[in-house]
C-alpha cells in the first residue's frame, strides 16, 4: 500500500494573504459534503502533498458552491456552509444556518514570567518546568461555544472527556507510571483526530500532520480550544456528523478501517517479558490445560532472539522453534513473537550485511548510517519510509512464518533508543525524497506496521496479526494496539477503561492493555478486578516484566485462579459477538468498546462517564477499579437492562447501588438484545467453533415472553472460516436470528448469504 498523494483537481477554494502567510495560500478542499479539507499550500514547486494515514480507496464526491459578498467568501455543500475571511479565520455551519465550529483570534494572557534563576530553582529538586513551545509553526485557535466535550486524541492519559487538558503528539516511551499529570501528556501513540460534542452537534478534527504537535482543549483559554504544529503545513480535517457515530465513519472512511482478524486472536493471549526456554513455554501451554484455563496465543518476548538480533533465534534457549510452534499447536496455542526496528551493527549477521549494501538504513547528517544503541547493543535503524526497504523488512518475517510464528509485535518503534531521543535531524533518504527525523518520528511505528502487515500477508497467506506499541492515524489498517508499560497499581486499572474507550473513538477497535499490569508486583485482588475489567477487551493479554511477580492465573491461591478462569471463560463465551462487532467495524470504522456517550448522546449522566463501557450497544460493564470496594454505583441509560448475573430486570435512566464482591464484575444486557455465544470451549481451534448457542434477553422476563403474542426481533450474525481473505471474494455467512413467543422456543435461524460452505453443526437458543 502506498502512502496516499492529495489530488490538486479537487473542489476547492483557495484565499492568499501574504501579510498573514508568508510564501503560502490557504486552500480549502470538499473531500465529501461533510469532510472539508483546510490547509496551507506553499509558494514552491517542491511541494509534496503526501499522507502517510489517508486510506488508498478515498473517494473525492463533494462538491463547493462559491460566493463572495464584500470580503467574506462563503462555499457551500449539501451538509454545511464555510464563510471565510481575508484573515483565515472560518466560521462553518450546517445547512440550516446553525453555528458548528468558529476560528477565534488566541485570547490575550498576562503570563507570570520565570527568571532563570527561578526555573534552575524548581529543576533543583527534580521538577520539570512546564514551558510553552517556542517552535510553533502554525497554529488553530477555535471557540469553545456552550458544553463541549472532547474525545479521541488516542490512549493518552486523564478521562475520557479531554477538555481542561494539553497534549502532545509525539511518540514517547516513557517508564514512569503513567499518571494523569502534565509530564504525560505524551505517549506511545500520535492519533491526532479529536471529536467534539456539544448537546446540539458533533464534528471531528483531524490534523494530517506529522511534525510535533500540541492540542490544548481549554488550558490557555477557558473560551477556546487550539492546535499548532512545529513543521510541515497546516492541514486539517474538520468531519461533520449528526452524531458521534457519523464522525467516526467519516474519520475512518479517509485513514481506514481496520480488517477482519483472525479469530484466534480474539482469545486469551499469556505473555511475559521473558519465557525463557522451550520448557517453560510447554509447561505454560500444559499449565493452561490442567488448569482448565482456555488459552490460544503465547508470547515470546526478546530473550527468544540470539543476542537480541532481528530475525534470529537462540538455538540454545529454543532449539527448534517451528517443533515449538507445531507442538502448542497441538494445544489449541499459538506463537507469537517479538521484534524490534534496531538492527544489530555486526559484521557477518545477514540482516546488517543486507541492509547496508543495498541502503535500507536512516543516515546520520554527514552522510554515515545512523547508529542508537537497544537491545542488541550497537544499533542501526530500517528507513521505513522507503517501499523497497518496507518491502525488505516485511519479507524478512518469513524466518518467523517459515518456523510456525503467527504473529509478531512490533515494539520499541517510537523509535526508541537507550542513547537518547533520534536527533530530528536525522534523515530517511526513502525513494528519492529525503526527510528529517522530526517529520518521520511519529509515523516511524506506522510504517514499520505496515512493512510487517504487508510481509506476513504475503508470507503466511493468513490475515496478519501485528501488535504495535508507536501509531500513527491509519496505523488501524496493519495492527492491533496495547497502551505500552502499564504499572500494577490501582491508578493503571482505572486508566485502562478511558484508555481503550479514546482508541476506539480515534479509529483504532482493536486494542488491550496488559492485564495485571506490566511493571511492579500485582496482587490477588488487583489482577482479579482488571480480569473483569477487560473481560471484552478485543486484545485479551496478560503480560508482566522481569524482577516482578509471576502473574499467570495460576500463581496466586485457588480463589484468584477461579476467578480469572470464570472471566477467561466468559470472554471465550461472547466471542461471537466480538466477532460480530470486527465485522460491523471493518464495514463502518465503529469501535467495538464504547463509550456510554456514543449510544446516549443526550443523556448529561454519560458525558463524562469514566468507569463504565459498552460492547457494541448491547452489554454494559461496570467494573469495580477501588481496592477494597465489594460494591459500586452504577449508571444504567434509559431502557430495560437484565443483570447477567441475577437475570433480575432493571428500569434505566437511573443510579443504582450494585452489590459487587471479588468474584463479581458488574455486567448488563440491554433488553431485547439477541446475543450468539459459543459452550464452554478450550480455544477457538475450528473444531470448538462448529456449535453456535442464540441467547436472547427479553425486555420482560421469560414468563411474560412467552405469554406475550406479537414479542419479536432479529439480529444479524456473520460466519467465516476466520483465518484468510477468502471473505472478501464471498466466502462468508449471515444469519437472521430473530425470537417470537409464537415459535417453539422462539428461534427462527435464516440463513440470508450463503457463502461459507462449513456451517454450525448446530444452533441452540436459550430465552434468558
Not at 293 to 308: E, G, T
Not at 566 to 580: A, E, Q, S, W
Amino acid at each position: 500500500m502506498k502512502n496516499k498523494h492529495i489530488k490538486h483537481n479537487m473542489p476547492s477554494v483557495t484565499v492568499s494573504n501574504a501579510e498573514l502567510l508568508e510564501n503560502a495560500s490557504l486552500k480549502i478542499d470538499a473531500i465529501t459534503d461533510n469532510i472539508i479539507r483546510i490547509h496551507t499550500v506553499p509558494d514552491t514547486q517542491n511541494y509534496n502533498d503526501v499522507s502517510f494515514a489517508l486510506d488508498d480507496s478515498l473517494e473525492v464526491t463533494g462538491v463547493f458552491n462559491v460566493s463572495q459578498y464584500n470580503s467574506i467568501i462563503t462555499a457551500t455543500t449539501d451538509s454545511v456552509i464555510l464563510k471565510i475571511k481575508k484573515t483565515f479565520e472560518i466560521d462553518i455551519y450546517n445547512k440550516d444556518g446553525y453555528l458548528l465550529c468558529s476560528d477565534c483570534e488566541p485570547a490575550s494572557q498576562e503570563m507570570d514570567e520565570y527568571t532563570q534563576a527561578e526555573i534552575e530553582q524548581v529543576k533543583q529538586e527534580g521538577h520539570m518546568p512546564d514551558t510553552i513551545a517556542d517552535d510553533i509553526k502554525y497554529k488553530v485557535t477555535k471557540r469553545i461555544i456552550g458544553d463541549e466535550a472532547f474525545y479521541g486524541l488516542g490512549d493518552k492519559t486523564g478521562f475520557l472527556n479531554k477538555r481542561g487538558y494539553e497534549y502532545i503528539m509525539w511518540n514517547s516511551d516513557n517508564p514512569e507510571p503513567h499518571v494523569e499529570n502534565a509530564t504525560f501528556r505524551a505517549l506511545y501513540k500520535s492519533i491526532p483526530f479529536l471529536i467534539v460534542h456539544r448537546q446540539d452537534c458533533t464534528y471531528g478534527i483531524f490534523l494530517d500532520n506529522t511534525y510535533k504537535s500540541y492540542f490544548d482543549l481549554g488550558v490557555s483559554d477557558a473560551g477556546s480550544y487550539s492546535f499548532a504544529v512545529t513543521g510541515g503545513e497546516m492541514n486539517y480535517y474538520f468531519i461533520y456528523g449528526k452524531n458521534i457515530k457519523e464522525v467516526i465513519k467519516g474519520y475512518t472512511s479517509l485513514t481506514g478501517r481496520s480488517p477482519l482478524p483472525q479469530l484466534w486472536t480474539l482469545g486469551y493471549h499469556q505473555s511475559r517479558w521473558s519465557y525463557m526456554s522451550e520448557k517453560e513455554v510447554l509447561d505454560i501451554a500444559n499449565n493452561f490445560e490442567n488448569y482448565n484455563v482456555p488459552c490460544d496465543a503465547i508470547h515470546l518476548d526478546i530473550d527468544y532472539m540470539d543476542k537480541f538480533k532481528v530475525f534470529t533465534s537462540d538455538k540454545e534457549r529454543f532449539p527448534d522453534l517451528k517443533q515449538l510452534s507445531s507442538q502448542l499447536e497441538e494445544h489449541g496455542i499459538k506463537l507469537v513473537t517479538i521484534i524490534d526496528p534496531g538492527v544489530k551493527a555486526e559484521d557477518g549477521y545477514n540482516v546488517y550485511d543486507e541492509g547496508i549494501e543495498d541502503k535500507h538504513f536512516a543516515k546520520a547528517q554527514d552522510g554515515t548510517v545512523y547508529h542508537n544503541t537497544v537491545w542488541p547493543g550497537d544499533a542501526v535503524f530500517p528507513d521505513f519510509t522507503s517501499a523497497s526497504t518496507r518491502l525488505w523488512w516485511g519479507n524478512k518475517t518469513k524466518y518467523l512464518t517459515d518456523n510456525g510464528i503467527s504473529g509478531i509485535w512490533n515494539d520499541m518503534n517510537e523509535p526508541s533508543g537507550f542513547s537518547g531521543q533520534f536527533p530530528d535531524d536525522v534523515v530517511f533518504p526513502g525513494d528519492g525524497v529525503s526527510r528529517f527525523h522530526k517529520e518521520i518520528h511519529n509515523v516511524y511505528g506506522h510504517l514499520m506496521s505496515q512493512a510487517t502487515y504487508n510481509g506476513l500477508k504475503k508470507n503466511s497467506l493468513k490475515r496478519p496479526f501485528v501488535i504495535t506499541r508507536a501509531c500513527y492515524s491509519g496505523s488501524q489498517k496493519y495492527a492491533t494496539v496495547w497502551t505500552g508499560d502499564n504499572q500494577s497499581i490501582w491508578a493503571h486499572l482505572k486508566l485502562a477503561i478511558p484508555q481503550l474507550l479514546n482508541l476506539g473513538l480515534s479509529g483504532m477497535p482493536l486494542a488491550g492493555v496488559d492485564i495485571g499490569g506490566f511493571g511492579s508486583n500485582t496482587t490477588p485482588e488487583l489482577l482479579s478486578r482488571w480480569i473483569e475489567a477487560c473481560c471484552f477487551s478485543p486484545l485479551f493479554r496478560n503480560h508482566s516484566a522481569k524482577l516482578t511477580r509471576r502473574q499467570e492465573p495460576w500463581a496466586f491461591d485457588e480463589a484468584t485462579l477461579s476467578i480469572y478462569r470464570k472471566y477467561v471463560k466468559l470472554h471465550y463465551k461472547f466471542i461471537p459477538y466480538l466477532y460480530d462487532l470486527c465485522y460491523e467495524e471493518s464495514l463502518t470504522g465503529l469501535p467495538i468498546l464504547r463509550p456510554l456517550v456514543m449510544e446516549y448522546e443526550n443523556d448529561k449522566n454519560v458525558i463524562n462517564c469514566n468507569d463504565e463501557y459498552l460492547v457494541g450497544s448491547s452489554i454494559l460493564v461496570a467494573p469495580v477499579t477501588d481496592q477494597g470496594a465489594i460494591t459500586r454505583s452504577v449508571y444504567l441509560p434509559k431502557g430495560i437492562w437484565v443483570d447477567y448475573n441475577s437475570g433480575k430486570r432493571i428500569k434505566g435512566g437511573r443510579y443504582i447501588l450494585y452489590k459487587a464482591p471479588l468474584d463479581i464484575c458488574p455486567i448488563f444486557i440491554k433488553g431485547g438484545s439477541i446475543l450468539p455465544v459459543y459452550p464452554d470451549i478450550p480455544n477457538l481451534s475450528p473444531q470448538n467453533t462448529q456449535k453456535l448457542i442464540v441467547e436472547f434477553y427479553p425486555s420482560d422476563d421469560t414468563a411474560n415472553f412467552n405469554n406475550r403474542a406479537n414479542n419479536s426481533c432479529y439480529y444479524m450474525h456473520y460466519q467465516d472460516n476466520g483465518t484468510d481473505f477468502k471473505y472478501q471474494a464471498g466466502e462468508y455467512n449471515l444469519y437472521k436470528f430473530s425470537f417470537s413467543s409464537n415459535r417453539p422456543n422462539g428461534l427462527k435461524a435464516e440463513l440470508t448469504k450463503n457463502g461459507y460452505k462449513n456451517k454450525y453443526t448446530n444452533i441452540s437458543a436459550v430465552i434468558k
